[in-house]
Protein backbone atom coordinates (compact mmCIF):
# COMPACT_ATOMS: atom_id res chain seq x y z
CA UNK A 1 0.00 0.00 0.00
CA UNK A 2 1.21 3.29 -0.96
CA UNK A 3 2.19 5.90 2.62
CA UNK A 4 -0.74 8.02 0.71
CA UNK A 5 -3.26 5.54 0.96
CA UNK A 6 -2.50 3.87 4.07
CA UNK A 7 -1.97 7.48 5.70
CA UNK A 8 -5.20 8.03 4.45
CA UNK A 9 -7.13 5.14 5.25
CA UNK A 10 -5.58 4.76 9.03
CA UNK A 11 -6.62 8.72 9.85
CA UNK A 12 -10.12 7.95 8.81
CA UNK A 13 -10.68 5.78 11.38
CA UNK A 14 -9.26 7.17 14.21
CA UNK A 15 -9.97 10.75 13.19
CA UNK A 16 -12.42 12.46 15.31
CA UNK A 17 -12.83 15.65 12.49
CA UNK A 18 -14.56 15.57 9.21
CA UNK A 19 -15.81 17.84 6.51
CA UNK A 20 -18.63 20.03 6.60
CA UNK A 21 -20.58 20.54 3.28
CA UNK A 22 -24.13 22.00 1.86
CA UNK A 23 -23.55 25.69 3.26
CA UNK A 24 -25.57 27.78 3.44
CA UNK A 25 -28.71 26.27 2.40
CA UNK A 26 -28.59 22.66 4.08
CA UNK A 27 -24.82 22.12 5.96
CA UNK A 28 -24.29 18.28 6.72
CA UNK A 29 -20.69 17.37 8.39
CA UNK A 30 -19.22 13.64 7.53
CA UNK A 31 -16.54 12.57 9.74
CA UNK A 32 -13.66 11.18 7.84
CA UNK A 33 -14.59 7.67 8.68
CA UNK A 34 -17.71 8.34 7.27
CA UNK A 35 -16.64 9.47 4.22
CA UNK A 36 -14.32 6.37 4.08
CA UNK A 37 -17.30 3.90 4.24
CA UNK A 38 -19.05 5.76 1.45
CA UNK A 39 -15.76 5.85 -0.43
CA UNK A 40 -15.46 1.68 -0.65
CA UNK A 41 -19.05 1.69 -1.84
CA UNK A 42 -17.81 4.28 -4.50
CA UNK A 43 -14.97 1.26 -4.97
CA UNK A 44 -17.48 -1.06 -5.33
CA UNK A 45 -19.45 0.16 -8.02
CA UNK A 46 -16.20 1.34 -10.28
CA UNK A 47 -14.55 -2.16 -9.64
CA UNK A 48 -18.30 -3.11 -11.14
CA UNK A 49 -17.49 -0.89 -13.48
CA UNK A 50 -14.27 -2.15 -14.71
CA UNK A 51 -12.27 0.08 -13.02
CA UNK A 52 -8.68 -1.22 -11.73
CA UNK A 53 -5.02 -0.46 -11.15
CA UNK A 54 -3.45 1.91 -13.18
CA UNK A 55 -6.49 2.98 -15.00
CA UNK A 56 -7.92 6.96 -15.46
CA UNK A 57 -11.68 7.70 -14.11
CA UNK A 58 -12.72 11.48 -15.12
CA UNK A 59 -14.67 13.37 -12.67
CA UNK A 60 -17.47 15.64 -13.57
CA UNK A 61 -18.82 16.71 -10.38
CA UNK A 62 -19.48 19.98 -8.06
CA UNK A 63 -20.00 19.00 -4.81
CA UNK A 64 -17.84 18.23 -2.12
CA UNK A 65 -19.90 15.76 -0.27
CA UNK A 66 -19.56 13.99 -3.28
CA UNK A 67 -16.59 14.46 -4.44
CA UNK A 68 -14.60 13.52 -1.56
CA UNK A 69 -15.53 10.36 -1.37
CA UNK A 70 -15.45 9.52 -5.15
CA UNK A 71 -11.49 10.46 -5.22
CA UNK A 72 -11.16 8.31 -2.68
CA UNK A 73 -12.88 5.50 -3.89
CA UNK A 74 -11.02 5.75 -7.71
CA UNK A 75 -7.65 5.34 -5.20
CA UNK A 76 -8.89 2.94 -3.55
CA UNK A 77 -9.10 0.98 -6.93
CA UNK A 78 -5.56 1.82 -7.78
CA UNK A 79 -6.98 4.36 -10.25
CA UNK A 80 -6.29 7.91 -11.15
CA UNK A 81 -8.45 10.97 -11.18
CA UNK A 82 -8.80 13.99 -13.52
CA UNK A 83 -11.54 16.20 -12.21
CA UNK A 84 -12.74 17.43 -15.46
CA UNK A 85 -13.02 21.62 -15.89
CA UNK A 86 -16.69 22.66 -15.05
CA UNK A 87 -18.61 24.91 -17.37
CA UNK A 88 -19.94 28.12 -16.17
CA UNK A 89 -22.62 30.72 -16.98
CA UNK A 90 -20.02 32.48 -19.38
CA UNK A 91 -18.80 28.94 -20.59
CA UNK A 92 -19.65 28.32 -24.56
CA UNK A 93 -20.86 25.01 -24.16
CA UNK A 94 -20.33 24.02 -27.39
CA UNK A 95 -16.36 24.44 -27.19
CA UNK A 96 -16.42 22.89 -23.64
CA UNK A 97 -18.01 19.99 -24.96
CA UNK A 98 -15.35 19.71 -27.64
CA UNK A 99 -12.74 20.27 -24.96
CA UNK A 100 -14.19 17.99 -22.65
CA UNK A 101 -14.19 15.10 -24.88
CA UNK A 102 -10.42 15.90 -25.98
CA UNK A 103 -9.31 15.49 -22.35
CA UNK A 104 -11.24 12.23 -21.64
CA UNK A 105 -9.62 10.99 -25.08
CA UNK A 106 -6.31 12.50 -23.69
CA UNK A 107 -6.12 10.38 -20.27
CA UNK A 108 -7.44 7.35 -21.63
CA UNK A 109 -10.50 7.31 -19.15
CA UNK A 110 -11.63 3.88 -18.37
CA UNK A 111 -15.01 5.61 -16.81
CA UNK A 112 -16.40 9.38 -16.75
CA UNK A 113 -18.09 9.60 -13.26
CA UNK A 114 -20.91 12.78 -13.70
CA UNK A 115 -23.12 14.08 -10.59
CA UNK A 116 -25.06 17.55 -9.94
CA UNK A 117 -25.30 19.84 -11.29
CA UNK A 118 -24.09 18.68 -14.26
CA UNK A 119 -26.03 15.64 -14.92
CA UNK A 120 -27.49 16.95 -18.35
CA UNK A 121 -24.38 15.88 -19.38
CA UNK A 122 -24.83 12.39 -19.22
CA UNK A 123 -26.93 11.96 -22.33
CA UNK A 124 -24.11 13.76 -24.42
CA UNK A 125 -21.40 11.91 -22.97
CA UNK A 126 -22.82 8.33 -23.31
CA UNK A 127 -23.49 9.51 -26.77
CA UNK A 128 -19.47 9.64 -27.65
CA UNK A 129 -19.30 6.28 -26.66
CA UNK A 130 -18.06 7.10 -22.93
CA UNK A 131 -18.83 4.98 -20.01
CA UNK A 132 -20.66 7.15 -17.98
CA UNK A 133 -21.71 6.15 -14.32
CA UNK A 134 -23.25 8.57 -11.60
CA UNK A 135 -21.88 9.21 -8.53
CA UNK A 136 -25.37 8.43 -6.77
CA UNK A 137 -25.28 5.06 -8.35
CA UNK A 138 -21.60 4.41 -6.86
CA UNK A 139 -22.30 5.72 -3.32
CA UNK A 140 -25.48 2.71 -3.86
CA UNK A 141 -23.16 0.35 -4.35
CA UNK A 142 -21.79 -2.69 -2.16
CA UNK A 143 -18.46 -1.95 -0.82
CA UNK A 144 -14.98 -3.35 -1.80
CA UNK A 145 -11.78 -3.43 0.13
CA UNK A 146 -9.21 -1.09 -1.41
CA UNK A 147 -6.38 -2.80 -4.23
CA UNK A 148 -2.98 -2.34 -3.38
CA UNK A 149 -1.15 0.40 -4.30
CA UNK A 150 2.45 2.39 -5.38
CA UNK A 151 4.33 5.20 -4.47
CA UNK A 152 5.14 5.62 -8.01
CA UNK A 153 1.35 5.54 -8.72
CA UNK A 154 -0.31 8.74 -10.14
CA UNK A 155 -3.28 9.59 -8.06
CA UNK A 156 -4.15 12.84 -9.91
CA UNK A 157 -3.58 14.16 -13.57
CA UNK A 158 -4.21 18.04 -12.94
CA UNK A 159 -5.39 19.55 -15.65
CA UNK A 160 -2.96 22.94 -16.41
CA UNK A 161 -5.20 26.27 -16.41
CA UNK A 162 -4.40 26.81 -20.01
CA UNK A 163 -5.73 23.30 -20.57
CA UNK A 164 -8.37 24.21 -23.58
CA UNK A 165 -7.58 22.34 -27.10
CA UNK A 166 -4.46 21.09 -26.74
CA UNK A 167 -4.97 19.74 -22.93
CA UNK A 168 -2.38 19.18 -20.86
CA UNK A 169 -2.50 17.12 -17.33
CA UNK A 170 0.28 17.07 -14.94
CA UNK A 171 0.95 13.53 -13.41
CA UNK A 172 1.07 13.64 -9.24
CA UNK A 173 1.88 10.40 -7.93
CA UNK A 174 0.95 9.40 -4.25
CA UNK A 175 4.85 10.10 -3.29
CA UNK A 176 4.49 13.80 -4.72
CA UNK A 177 1.09 14.15 -2.74
CA UNK A 178 2.97 12.97 0.60
CA UNK A 179 6.24 15.13 0.11
CA UNK A 180 4.17 18.34 -0.06
CA UNK A 181 1.55 18.10 2.03
CA UNK A 182 4.01 17.21 4.70
CA UNK A 183 6.58 19.84 3.47
CA UNK A 184 3.15 22.03 3.47
CA UNK A 185 2.10 21.20 7.62
CA UNK A 186 5.32 22.44 8.63
CA UNK A 187 5.33 25.37 6.69
CA UNK A 188 1.92 26.28 8.20
CA UNK A 189 2.56 25.61 11.65
CA UNK A 190 -0.19 22.92 11.35
CA UNK A 191 -1.91 22.15 14.50
CA UNK A 192 -4.49 18.98 13.82
CA UNK A 193 -5.95 19.15 17.02
CA UNK A 194 -6.82 23.03 16.98
CA UNK A 195 -7.48 24.45 12.90
CA UNK A 196 -10.24 24.12 11.12
CA UNK A 197 -9.62 25.17 7.55
CA UNK A 198 -12.86 27.10 5.20
CA UNK A 199 -12.30 26.48 1.42
CA UNK A 200 -14.92 27.28 -1.87
CA UNK A 201 -11.60 26.84 -4.21
CA UNK A 202 -12.85 24.95 -7.26
CA UNK A 203 -11.70 20.78 -7.22
CA UNK A 204 -10.67 21.60 -10.72
CA UNK A 205 -7.92 23.17 -9.28
CA UNK A 206 -4.76 22.31 -7.92
CA UNK A 207 -5.07 24.34 -4.82
CA UNK A 208 -8.60 23.46 -4.28
CA UNK A 209 -8.42 19.50 -5.22
CA UNK A 210 -5.41 19.03 -3.81
CA UNK A 211 -4.42 21.88 -1.16
CA UNK A 212 -8.06 22.07 -0.03
CA UNK A 213 -9.56 18.88 -0.28
CA UNK A 214 -6.89 15.86 -0.84
CA UNK A 215 -4.70 16.75 1.90
CA UNK A 216 -6.97 18.00 4.49
CA UNK A 217 -8.61 14.18 3.50
CA UNK A 218 -5.10 12.12 4.02
CA UNK A 219 -4.43 13.99 7.58
CA UNK A 220 -8.04 13.85 8.78
CA UNK A 221 -8.52 17.65 9.05
CA UNK A 222 -11.44 19.69 10.27
CA UNK A 223 -12.55 21.13 6.48
CA UNK A 224 -15.66 23.26 5.79
CA UNK A 225 -15.95 23.06 2.02
CA UNK A 226 -18.40 25.23 -0.29
CA UNK A 227 -18.35 25.84 -3.96
CA UNK A 228 -16.55 28.61 -6.05
CA UNK A 229 -20.34 29.52 -7.56
CA UNK A 230 -21.77 29.57 -3.52
CA UNK A 231 -19.24 32.08 -3.28
CA UNK A 232 -19.44 33.85 -6.59
CA UNK A 233 -22.97 34.50 -5.41
CA UNK A 234 -22.80 35.77 -2.23
CA UNK A 235 -19.25 36.99 -0.79
CA UNK A 236 -19.79 37.60 1.99
CA UNK A 237 -20.60 33.42 3.23
CA UNK A 238 -16.77 33.07 3.30
CA UNK A 239 -16.42 35.53 6.46
CA UNK A 240 -19.42 34.21 7.86
CA UNK A 241 -18.96 30.54 7.64
CA UNK A 242 -15.36 31.57 9.28
CA UNK A 243 -16.65 33.26 11.91
CA UNK A 244 -19.71 30.32 12.45
CA UNK A 245 -16.64 27.45 12.60
CA UNK A 246 -13.59 29.74 13.87
CA UNK A 247 -12.08 28.70 10.93
CA UNK A 248 -8.42 29.92 11.61
CA UNK A 249 -7.07 28.68 7.79
CA UNK A 250 -8.12 29.38 4.09
CA UNK A 251 -6.77 30.11 0.67
CA UNK A 252 -7.60 32.56 -2.35
CA UNK A 253 -6.01 34.06 -5.22
CA UNK A 254 -5.86 37.96 -4.99
CA UNK A 255 -8.86 38.82 -6.99
CA UNK A 256 -11.01 37.00 -4.33
CA UNK A 257 -9.57 38.87 -1.36
CA UNK A 258 -10.33 41.99 -3.63
CA UNK A 259 -13.64 41.37 -3.59
CA UNK A 260 -14.09 40.79 0.10
CA UNK A 261 -12.23 43.74 0.49
CA UNK A 262 -14.88 45.29 -1.37
CA UNK A 263 -17.94 43.68 0.35
CA UNK A 264 -16.27 44.01 3.72
CA UNK A 265 -16.21 47.95 3.10
CA UNK A 266 -19.69 48.51 1.42
CA UNK A 267 -21.98 45.77 2.60
CA UNK A 268 -21.22 45.00 6.35
CA UNK A 269 -20.77 46.99 9.18
CA UNK A 270 -18.55 46.24 12.47
CA UNK A 271 -20.18 43.16 14.26
CA UNK A 272 -21.37 41.10 11.66
CA UNK A 273 -18.51 39.01 11.59
CA UNK A 274 -15.54 37.65 13.79
CA UNK A 275 -12.71 36.45 12.16
CA UNK A 276 -10.18 36.93 14.94
CA UNK A 277 -9.81 33.11 14.56
CA UNK A 278 -8.31 33.29 11.60
CA UNK A 279 -4.33 33.14 11.64
CA UNK A 280 -3.48 31.63 8.40
CA UNK A 281 -4.80 33.08 4.64
CA UNK A 282 -2.89 32.53 2.05
CA UNK A 283 -3.29 34.54 -1.05
CA UNK A 284 -1.45 32.33 -3.84
CA UNK A 285 -2.68 31.08 -7.43
CA UNK A 286 -1.73 34.32 -9.10
CA UNK A 287 0.38 37.23 -8.96
CA UNK A 288 0.13 38.58 -4.75
CA UNK A 289 -0.29 42.84 -5.06
CA UNK A 290 0.94 44.18 -1.70
CA UNK A 291 -1.77 46.93 -2.12
CA UNK A 292 -4.29 44.43 -2.53
CA UNK A 293 -2.99 42.92 0.43
CA UNK A 294 -3.01 45.80 2.40
CA UNK A 295 -6.48 47.01 1.03
CA UNK A 296 -7.64 43.82 2.91
CA UNK A 297 -5.82 44.38 6.07
CA UNK A 298 -7.52 47.41 6.51
CA UNK A 299 -10.74 46.58 5.05
CA UNK A 300 -10.36 43.58 7.73
CA UNK A 301 -9.66 45.17 11.08
CA UNK A 302 -13.37 46.63 12.12
CA UNK A 303 -13.86 42.74 11.57
CA UNK A 304 -10.82 41.37 14.17
CA UNK A 305 -8.85 39.81 11.05
CA UNK A 306 -5.04 40.04 11.92
CA UNK A 307 -2.50 41.86 8.88
CA UNK A 308 -0.30 39.46 10.88
CA UNK A 309 -2.48 36.29 9.52
CA UNK A 310 -2.42 37.40 5.64
CA UNK A 311 0.30 34.75 3.88
CA UNK A 312 1.78 35.14 0.28
CA UNK A 313 2.93 32.09 -1.22
CA UNK A 314 4.21 30.37 -4.44
CA UNK A 315 2.47 26.86 -6.10
CA UNK A 316 1.83 25.23 -9.45
CA UNK A 317 0.38 21.91 -10.02
CA UNK A 318 3.66 20.94 -11.13
CA UNK A 319 4.81 20.73 -7.55
CA UNK A 320 1.59 19.41 -6.11
CA UNK A 321 0.91 22.14 -5.27
CA UNK A 322 2.89 24.40 -3.09
CA UNK A 323 6.45 25.69 -3.18
CA UNK A 324 6.61 28.52 -0.89
CA UNK A 325 4.84 30.15 1.93
CA UNK A 326 5.98 33.71 3.48
CA UNK A 327 6.39 33.01 7.14
CA UNK A 328 3.70 32.90 9.96
CA UNK A 329 2.92 35.38 11.82
CA UNK A 330 4.91 37.76 10.24
CA UNK A 331 1.87 39.06 7.10
CA UNK A 332 2.87 39.77 3.85
CA UNK A 333 6.48 41.03 3.62
CA UNK A 334 7.38 43.87 0.73
CA UNK A 335 10.59 43.76 -1.06
CA UNK A 336 10.43 47.27 -2.66
CA UNK A 337 13.03 48.06 -5.53
CA UNK A 338 14.12 50.17 -8.48
CA UNK A 339 11.46 49.93 -11.27
CA UNK A 340 14.15 51.05 -13.97
CA UNK A 341 16.94 49.28 -13.03
CA UNK A 342 14.38 45.99 -12.69
CA UNK A 343 13.52 46.54 -16.21
CA UNK A 344 16.72 47.19 -17.96
CA UNK A 345 19.20 45.12 -15.92
CA UNK A 346 17.26 43.06 -14.80
CA UNK A 347 18.30 43.49 -10.96
CA UNK A 348 16.13 44.02 -8.11
CA UNK A 349 18.07 46.82 -6.29
CA UNK A 350 16.30 47.88 -3.11
CA UNK A 351 15.23 51.38 -3.10
CA UNK A 352 12.73 53.74 -1.95
CA UNK A 353 13.24 56.78 -3.91
CA UNK A 354 12.11 57.28 -7.28
CA UNK A 355 10.09 54.71 -9.41
CA UNK A 356 9.87 51.92 -7.66
CA UNK A 357 8.21 48.41 -7.53
CA UNK A 358 7.04 46.95 -4.68
CA UNK A 359 6.72 43.08 -4.97
CA UNK A 360 5.52 40.59 -2.24
CA UNK A 361 8.14 38.20 -0.54
CA UNK A 362 6.59 34.67 -0.85
CA UNK A 363 9.16 32.67 1.59
CA UNK A 364 11.72 30.18 1.86
CA UNK A 365 11.12 27.33 -0.06
CA UNK A 366 9.46 24.14 1.35
CA UNK A 367 10.92 21.58 3.05
CA UNK A 368 12.52 18.73 0.38
CA UNK A 369 12.29 21.70 -2.21
CA UNK A 370 15.08 24.13 -3.98
CA UNK A 371 14.56 26.77 -5.93
CA UNK A 372 17.37 28.72 -8.18
CA UNK A 373 17.01 31.12 -10.82
CA UNK A 374 18.42 31.02 -14.41
CA UNK A 375 19.92 34.22 -16.39
CA UNK A 376 19.76 34.19 -20.28
CA UNK A 377 22.89 32.51 -20.56
CA UNK A 378 21.66 29.43 -18.65
CA UNK A 379 24.05 30.25 -15.47
CA UNK A 380 22.41 30.64 -12.17
CA UNK A 381 22.35 33.55 -10.91
CA UNK A 382 23.02 35.08 -7.30
CA UNK A 383 20.10 36.84 -5.31
CA UNK A 384 18.29 39.81 -6.78
CA UNK A 385 19.39 38.71 -10.15
CA UNK A 386 15.82 38.10 -12.34
CA UNK A 387 15.87 35.13 -14.34
CA UNK A 388 13.48 32.24 -14.59
CA UNK A 389 12.45 30.37 -11.63
CA UNK A 390 13.96 26.59 -11.68
CA UNK A 391 12.48 24.04 -8.61
CA UNK A 392 13.47 20.95 -8.44
CA UNK A 393 12.38 18.38 -4.99
CA UNK A 394 10.15 15.16 -4.24
CA UNK A 395 6.94 16.80 -4.46
CA UNK A 396 8.01 17.86 -8.48
CA UNK A 397 5.75 16.14 -11.09
CA UNK A 398 7.88 13.87 -13.32
CA UNK A 399 6.33 15.14 -16.43
CA UNK A 400 2.72 15.48 -18.38
CA UNK A 401 -0.14 13.50 -20.46
CA UNK A 402 -0.64 14.88 -23.55
CA UNK A 403 -2.37 13.98 -26.75
CA UNK A 404 1.57 13.48 -27.76
CA UNK A 405 1.77 11.28 -24.93
CA UNK A 406 4.00 11.39 -22.22
CA UNK A 407 6.67 14.70 -22.11
CA UNK A 408 8.64 14.82 -19.20
CA UNK A 409 8.59 17.63 -16.87
CA UNK A 410 12.38 17.74 -15.33
CA UNK A 411 15.49 17.61 -17.01
CA UNK A 412 18.70 15.26 -16.76
CA UNK A 413 19.20 16.90 -13.08
CA UNK A 414 15.69 16.97 -12.07
CA UNK A 415 14.97 20.90 -12.63
CA UNK A 416 11.63 21.74 -13.79
CA UNK A 417 11.78 25.71 -15.57
CA UNK A 418 8.55 27.00 -14.16
CA UNK A 419 8.14 29.67 -16.63
CA UNK A 420 8.28 32.54 -14.24
CA UNK A 421 10.20 35.39 -13.68
CA UNK A 422 11.90 36.45 -10.42
CA UNK A 423 14.80 36.34 -7.83
CA UNK A 424 15.88 35.19 -4.65
CA UNK A 425 16.44 37.94 -1.69
CA UNK A 426 19.46 37.50 0.10
CA UNK A 427 18.00 35.30 2.62
CA UNK A 428 16.57 32.95 0.07
CA UNK A 429 13.03 34.06 -0.23
CA UNK A 430 11.10 33.66 -3.52
CA UNK A 431 9.89 36.95 -5.38
CA UNK A 432 7.74 37.05 -9.10
CA UNK A 433 7.76 39.18 -11.31
CA UNK A 434 5.63 38.02 -13.75
CA UNK A 435 5.33 35.12 -16.53
CA UNK A 436 8.36 35.35 -19.09
CA UNK A 437 5.86 34.61 -22.23
CA UNK A 438 3.72 37.56 -20.88
CA UNK A 439 6.77 39.82 -20.62
CA UNK A 440 6.77 43.17 -22.55
CA UNK A 441 10.04 43.81 -24.23
CA UNK A 442 10.45 47.47 -25.42
CA UNK A 443 13.73 49.11 -26.34
CA UNK A 444 15.43 46.44 -23.50
CA UNK A 445 13.25 47.04 -20.93
CA UNK A 446 11.23 44.15 -19.39
CA UNK A 447 7.95 45.60 -18.68
CA UNK A 448 5.38 43.15 -16.59
CA UNK A 449 1.45 42.55 -17.41
CA UNK A 450 0.96 42.78 -14.24
CA UNK A 451 2.16 46.30 -13.63
CA UNK A 452 0.27 47.31 -16.33
CA UNK A 453 -2.88 45.78 -15.31
CA UNK A 454 -2.70 46.93 -11.77
CA UNK A 455 -2.89 50.54 -13.05
CA UNK A 456 -6.07 50.41 -15.36
CA UNK A 457 -7.69 48.48 -12.38
CA UNK A 458 -7.20 51.62 -10.54
CA UNK A 459 -9.66 53.91 -13.24
CA UNK A 460 -13.13 54.67 -11.45
CA UNK A 461 -15.55 52.64 -13.72
CA UNK A 462 -12.59 49.30 -14.63
CA UNK A 463 -14.23 46.49 -13.04
CA UNK A 464 -11.79 45.13 -10.47
CA UNK A 465 -10.10 42.01 -11.62
CA UNK A 466 -11.25 42.87 -15.21
CA UNK A 467 -8.17 44.50 -17.08
CA UNK A 468 -5.54 42.86 -18.98
CA UNK A 469 -2.42 44.09 -20.82
CA UNK A 470 -2.14 41.91 -24.26
CA UNK A 471 1.49 41.61 -26.07
CA UNK A 472 1.59 42.92 -29.68
CA UNK A 473 4.32 42.82 -31.89
CA UNK A 474 6.01 39.70 -29.93
CA UNK A 475 9.63 39.20 -30.98
CA UNK A 476 9.73 41.86 -33.19
CA UNK A 477 12.28 44.57 -32.75
CA UNK A 478 10.07 46.75 -30.55
CA UNK A 479 7.00 45.52 -29.37
CA UNK A 480 3.92 47.36 -27.86
CA UNK A 481 0.86 46.47 -25.78
CA UNK A 482 -2.72 47.31 -25.76
CA UNK A 483 -4.78 47.32 -22.90
CA UNK A 484 -8.60 45.69 -22.59
CA UNK A 485 -10.58 46.52 -19.48
CA UNK A 486 -14.29 45.64 -18.80
CA UNK A 487 -16.62 48.32 -17.16
CA UNK A 488 -20.29 48.33 -16.96
CA UNK A 489 -20.94 51.55 -18.69
CA UNK A 490 -19.61 50.29 -21.74
CA UNK A 491 -22.71 51.29 -23.93
CA UNK A 492 -22.05 54.96 -22.73
CA UNK A 493 -19.91 56.39 -25.53
CA UNK A 494 -18.76 59.68 -22.78
CA UNK A 495 -17.55 56.79 -20.18
CA UNK A 496 -16.18 55.12 -22.82
CA UNK A 497 -13.76 58.33 -23.66
CA UNK A 498 -13.05 58.89 -20.06
CA UNK A 499 -11.91 55.27 -19.08
CA UNK A 500 -9.85 55.29 -22.38
CA UNK A 501 -8.00 58.53 -21.40
CA UNK A 502 -7.66 57.42 -17.77
CA UNK A 503 -6.16 54.09 -17.91
CA UNK A 504 -3.62 55.33 -20.56
CA UNK A 505 -2.67 58.35 -18.51
CA UNK A 506 -2.19 55.63 -15.56
CA UNK A 507 -0.38 53.38 -17.42
CA UNK A 508 1.90 55.47 -18.76
CA UNK A 509 2.68 56.94 -15.11
CA UNK A 510 3.13 53.17 -13.89
CA UNK A 511 5.30 52.22 -16.52
CA UNK A 512 6.43 55.13 -18.44
CA UNK A 513 5.51 54.00 -21.88
CA UNK A 514 1.88 54.69 -23.22
CA UNK A 515 -0.49 51.48 -24.69
CA UNK A 516 -1.16 51.56 -28.21
CA UNK A 517 -5.21 51.53 -27.50
CA UNK A 518 -7.10 50.95 -25.00
CA UNK A 519 -10.09 48.76 -25.00
CA UNK A 520 -13.37 49.18 -23.01
CA UNK A 521 -15.53 46.04 -23.13
CA UNK A 522 -18.42 44.86 -21.86
CA UNK A 523 -18.69 42.72 -18.78
CA UNK A 524 -17.64 39.12 -19.02
CA UNK A 525 -15.59 40.24 -22.02
CA UNK A 526 -12.19 38.90 -21.47
CA UNK A 527 -11.38 35.70 -21.25
CA UNK A 528 -10.17 34.02 -18.19
CA UNK A 529 -9.24 30.18 -17.31
CA UNK A 530 -11.70 28.15 -14.94
CA UNK A 531 -10.21 29.29 -12.15
CA UNK A 532 -10.18 32.74 -12.70
CA UNK A 533 -6.58 33.77 -13.97
CA UNK A 534 -6.38 35.69 -16.96
CA UNK A 535 -6.18 34.40 -20.74
CA UNK A 536 -3.64 37.06 -21.80
CA UNK A 537 -2.93 35.35 -25.25
CA UNK A 538 -6.57 35.09 -25.67
CA UNK A 539 -7.40 38.18 -25.57
CA UNK A 540 -5.39 39.42 -28.07
CA UNK A 541 -8.50 39.42 -30.65
CA UNK A 542 -10.02 41.78 -28.35
CA UNK A 543 -7.62 44.57 -29.12
CA UNK A 544 -7.04 44.30 -32.55
Known amino acids: MSRFTETMYSNAQWSTHGMITGEPVAPVRHTWAEIHERARRVAGGLAAAGVG ?19 QGVWMRGASLTMLHQPTPRTDLVRWAVDTAAVIDMIEASTVVVSDPFMAAVPALSGLGYSVVTAEHLLASAPCDPLRSDDDDVALLQLTSGSTGSPK ?49 YFGAELVKVTPMDFLSDILLWPR ?15 AYNLLASRLRRQATPGDYDLSSLRWALSGAEQVDPRDV ?102 VTRGYTTTAGFIAAQDGQGWYDTGDLGYLTETGKVVVCGRLKDVII ?50 DQDAVRRVERQVAHEVFAEVDVRPRNVVVLAPGTIPKTPSGKLRRAHALSLVN
Open 53 to 71: HGDAVAVLAGLPVEIAPVA
Open 169 to 217: AVQITHANIVANAEAMTVGCDFDLDTDVIVSWLPCFHDMGMTGYLTVPM
Open 241 to 255: LIDKYRGTMTAAPNF
Open 294 to 395: EALCEAGVPFGLRPEAIVAAYGMAETTVAVSFSECGRGVLVDEVDADLLALLHRAVPSTKGRTRRLATLGQPLENLQVRIIGDDGAELLSRGVGVIEVRGDA
Open 442 to 491: MAGRNIYPADIERAAGRVPGVRPGCAVAVRLDAGQSRETFAVAVECTDHA
